[in-house]
């Protein structure tokens, strides 16, 4: 089964948001959306949507937002 493992820090507690896009923009899955402790944080995508559906193999982009700062990377699922 595809996943992935997202890891980020925090220097103070905040609320966070780390979302799941596809190549066209779309919202894909939201996999965190409340607060968080200072410190550091893993979350394992799975590879499935917001309504538990796999998604297909391609290019995937994150978006981490966490108080003012916020951050999108690119990441590629296999399967």
């Known amino acids: 089964n595809p996943e992935t493992t997202i890891s980020y820090n925090l220097a103070e507690g905040q609320n966070v948001r780390l979302e799941v896009y596809n190549v066209k923009g779309q919202l894909v899955r939201t996999l ?17 949507d917001d309504q538990n559906r796999p998604v297909s193999s391609g290019i995937y982009y994150y978006k981490l937002s ?10 590629v699922l296999l399967k």
């Open 32 to 48: 965190v959306s409340e607060s968080k402790p200072a410190g550091k944080h893993s979350v394992i995508w799975t590879g499935l």
């Open 66 to 75: 966490a108080g003012s700062f916020t951050n999108t990377k690119k990441m």
